[in-house]
């Protein structure tokens, strides 16, 4: 009975092999699983859901599913402004909501993660853009990197300034930062320099 129920289990496992790591209750169902196999399946942990419909194969106990999630939804998704901020170890305020950046004019997906939504300019959005890993997955999202992070909150008064110049005193202690570096990036963006170029020189 116990080597029935082995070989049962492992032709089970072989259908997954079929599907992407990121999969739709649809795209399962259309390999030819069945409902039944598929809730069994689910129950067991072979795979989790990351959303309403949504799937991920061998996610370790550490995934990010919200980053997974917007990875899935939204290709080309950005960590920005004070995420970014965050991941790069220049603030210690951890944002209530994910900052991610979108390039104007695409479609923002609904997410059971707490998102807002930034639209950046298409012409400037791949400037200091780097993929990351997602922890847990075999999944990469994009993340600005520490200079185009500090030139965006410039470009964003709204956004609290005290956690700007914060994040650029913390980024001048940092080896091999200098200013010319930040500046190099703040005048590839509209609005950036001169609120950057002030606060160096109050904090030099």
Not at 111 to 140: K, M, Q, V, Y
Request: charged fraction near 25%.
């Amino acid at each position: 009975m116990m080597k029935g129920r082995k070989a049962i289990k492992e032709g089970e496992n072989e259908l997954l092999t079929d599907l992407p790591y990121l999969f739709t209750t649809a795209e399962a169902l259309a390999k030819g699983i069945s409902s039944s196999t598929f809730h069994r399946l689910a129950q067991r942990g072979d795979f989790h859901p990351i959303a309403r419909g949504l799937y991920m194969q061998d996610a370790e106990g550490t995934a990010d599913l919200d980053l997974a999630e917007i990875a899935s939804k939204a290709p080309g998704a950005t960590i920005c402004l004070t995420s970014a901020l965050a991941e790069h170890d220049l603030s210690d305020a951890i944002p209530k909501k994910l900052h991610i950046a979108i390039p104007r004019g695409k479609w923002a997906p609904r997410t059971t993660a707490a998102i807002t939504w930034h639209r950046f300019d298409p012409e400037t959005f791949h400037i200091g853009r780097r993929e990351r890993p997602i922890s847990g997955t075999n999944l990469t999202i994009g993340i600005y990197t520490p200079e185009r992070t500090l030139a965006d909150l410039a470009r964003h008064p709204n956004l609290d300034q005290a956690e700007l110049i914060e994040g650029i005193r913390r980024w001048l202690r940092k080896p091999g930062n200098y200013p010319a570096n930040l500046l190099k990036v703040a005048r590839k963006l509209p609005g950036a320099r001169y609120r950057i170029q002030t606060i160096l020189e109050i904090l030099s």
